[in-house]
Structure formats: C-alpha cells, structure tokens
C-alpha cells in the first residue's frame, strides 16, 4: 500500500501561522515565533512499528517522524542506533543512552544530519551556524558530505579539539569573544549579510525532529514501554524538546502507553531554565556572568526557553542544577566504573543521579535512561 507523507509542513508556535516549507525558512516570516515541524499523526499510523527493523540501524529507519520528504536520500554517516547499556554503579535501574557512538561523538549529528537533509532538498548552498562546539563539528561533517558551504561561530574559549574537528572537516571557522549570545549575533549578521541559511539552534525548524528520534530508539529498545524517567542535560533545549515531542507522538499513535517524566539538569553556574522552571515561570530569564566547566550547557537564554519549560511542565518533569565539582566526580565515576569518557555536558546528567535519590525525587525501583550527550575524547583536557 502506498502511504503518504506524514510530514505537512511548519507552523509557528506563536501566531499558529502554518507555511508549506517548501522553501529554506528559519524563524516565522509573519511574527519571529519558533517554528515547529507538523507530523500528521493519523498518516503515522499507517506505519507499523513491527517494520522497524527492516530499516537498518542507523535513526533513519525512523524516517517517517522526519521532516524530509517521501523517497528522498539521507545525508548519513550512520548516527543513531546508539547502545542502551545499564550504569550498575550508579543502580540496577539506570540505563545509558550512549551517543558517544555517533560519528562525531555526539548526539548532534542526529539534529545535523536530519537538517542538511533537508537543506539540501530545498537547495540551499551556504549555511551558517553558532555553537558551543559539538554541533559546529556535527555540521561540518554533514555540510561536505552534502556540498553545501559551512561557517561556524564558536566562542573563544571552545575546547581545542572542537575547533580543531570543525576545521577539518572542511567548515570555515571564525572564533569570537564572550559566550555562544555573541556567537549567534555573528552568525545572524553573516547570515543576513551574504545571505547564508542560518542553522543555529531554533532559528531552524530541522534539528529538533532529529534529535528526537532518541525518543523513538529509546522506546523501541525498551520494548515499547516507556522508562520512569529520562535525564537530560539542558543547554539550548533541542534534545528535550525533541524527544518530548516524540514520547507525545508514540502515545498518540498506540506505539506507546505512557510517557517518561523528563528530568533536565543544567549546571549551578548557568541554570535558566532550572531557576525558571522552580519558579512556576512561563518564560526563562537571562543568565547573568555564567560560568561552568560544562561548556555546552553554557546557553545563558535558550531561544525556546517557553517551549523547553512547557515540555518539562507536560511530562510532570523535574529540574535540578548540580555543581562543576559533582560534575568532575560524576566525569570520574563513568570513566572508572562505567568505561565510558564523557565531557563535562555529558557528566552532568550523570552527576544528577545521586541527588535524586538522596532527595527522594525518584525511587530506585524507578527506571531511568541517562543520555549521554558527548565524548570526553574531544575534552581530554578536562577529565
Ligand atoms: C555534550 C552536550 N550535551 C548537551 C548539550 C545541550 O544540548 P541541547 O542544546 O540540545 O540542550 C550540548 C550542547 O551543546 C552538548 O554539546
Ligand atoms: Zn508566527
């Protein structure tokens, strides 16, 4: 049977005006809102997730809850499909959701390689973004595998091997002082100027989507029932946003029967949307000074700071800061026990772990997936 497409098109999640996408749109052209991808959830039921497995392994065999269009060809590099493997050292009851697997040892190549995708249907040439680092190497990569020309912002004080991966996989890099806020003022400006698609976080409606498929892996690996808790470190909120749309969707369409409560962590140094959130805000305040060893959660007013609280707020979620030195035990604690080397982003949602059962948030009968967001080999100076 021929199915049709359950991608429809983009609407702004502030005026609600819908557009077709079939051009390369960044933020809403009517009202500057965020705009979100449309999944027609009747047209996904249609799909049977007994067929997942002819797929392959790679996150594209979740292609369906893409925003690309039927029959087109992925720029992949074989992201996705990463290990849920158990954390013994921390419970019997927490799982990994290991992303330092991906090909450039983050979970950003899923948001890169769904987002140049689609860039590259839509024929777009130049692209430019700002970063932290992770995602300007994830974007690299997929940008010379598609031809299209990438130039990345990152702060000054990025880690050396970010910088150093970026340039070699062929992006054009300019470093520039202060934090990722002065980044993006950059990337908007060469954006605008030279008339470059600019792919920062949120300002494209493409990566989102892309992330969340460690939603759907997640649930396919869990057998289609749904973990306790997933534990999320924040930074621009792409990853949380993402997978919670997700966990909505199965839920709808019957793959599912319940959803996880989210549990985001950011670290004490920088904790918008975890001060936001305690707070009963509806929108995240800016960061003043921010400092932490986790450089990318180092986003002092994420751009979808509603659309990140009102996630957490759906799934009855939790939000809780933990400190750089919990963050340095918790980097330890992996390496040691676990065999995994994690960057200081990564280790946060690790280092949240004891408090939550220490304060009795959660219970140890409780499942709970960790993602773990990004290799420490690109961060060796700081293990
Ligand atoms: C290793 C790592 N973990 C977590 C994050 C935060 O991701 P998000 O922007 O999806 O919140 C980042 C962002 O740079 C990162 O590099
Ligand atoms: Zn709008």
Redesign the pocket.
């Known amino acids: 049977m021929a199915r049709s497409e359950p991608y429809k098109g983009l609407r702004c999640n502030d005026c609600r005006s819908f557009f077709e996408g079939e051009e390369p749109l960044e933020r809403c052209p009517k009202c500057s809102g965020l705009l979100d991808t449309v999944l027609d959830e009747d047209t996904l039921t249609e799909y049977s997730r007994k067929r997942l497995d002819e797929g392959g392994r790679s996150m594209w065999k979740f292609s369906m809850f893409l925003p690309v269009r039927r029959g087109s060809i992925p720029v992949t590099a074989g992201e996705g499909g990463t290990p849920l493997r158990p954390a013994k050292s921390f419970s019997k009851n927490v799982w990994v959701k290991d992303e330092t697997r991906n090909p450039t040892g983050?979970?950003?190549d899923r948001g890169a390689s769904v987002a140049v995708t689609r860039l590259s249907q839509l024929k777009v040439q130049q692209l430019v973004l700002a970063?932290?680092?992770?995602?300007g190497c994830s974007f690299a990569l997929y940008s010379q595998m598609a031809r299209i020309g990438c130039h990345v912002y990152l702060p000054r004080q990025s880690n050396p091997a970010k910088i150093q991966l970026t340039k070699k996989l062929g992006a054009h890099l300019t470093q520039v002082p202060g934090t990722i806020a002065d980044a993006g003022r950059y990337a908007a400006r060469s954006a605008k100027a030279a008339g470059r698609y600019n792919a920062s976080?949120f300002v494209t409606p493409f990566r989102h989507d892309g992330?969340g498929t460690m939603a759907l892996e997640i649930s396919q690996q869990f057998e289609w029932k749904s973990p306790d808790y997933v534990v999320?470190?924040?930074?621009?909120?792409?990853?949380?946003v993402?997978m919670w749309k997700m966990f909505k969707i199965l839920e709808k369409i019957g793959w599912t029967r319940s959803n996880p409560r989210i549990v985001a962590v950011q670290p004490s140094g920088c904790a918008p949307v975890v001060e936001a959130y305690n707070r009963g805000r509806e929108d995240v305040e800016e960061w003043k000074s921010p400092r932490t060893i986790?450089?990318?959660?180092k986003?002092p007013k994420?751009l979808a700071g509603k659309w990140i609280l009102k996630s957490i707020r759906e799934s009855k979620g939790i939000a809780l800061k933990v400190r750089d030195t919990e963050i340095r035990r918790a980097m330890r604690q992996v390496a040691t026990k676990e065999g995994m080397l994690m960057?200081p982003?990564?280790a946060?949602g690790f280092a949240a772990i004891p408090r939550l059962y220490e304060t009795g948030s959660v219970d140890r009968g409780d499942t709970l997936v960790v993602i773990a967001?990004?290799s420490g080999l690109k961060t060796l100076e700081q293990l």
């Not at 970063?131 to 995602?135: D, H, M, T």
């Not at 999320?232 to 949380?240: F, I, N, T, W």
């Not at 986790?294 to 959660?297: R, S």
């Open positions: 983050t979970f950003k970063s932290e680092g992770n995602a976080t992330k999320y470190p924040v930074g621009g909120g792409v990853g949380l993402g986790a450089n990318g959660l986003i994420p960057e982003s990564s946060a967001t990004g």
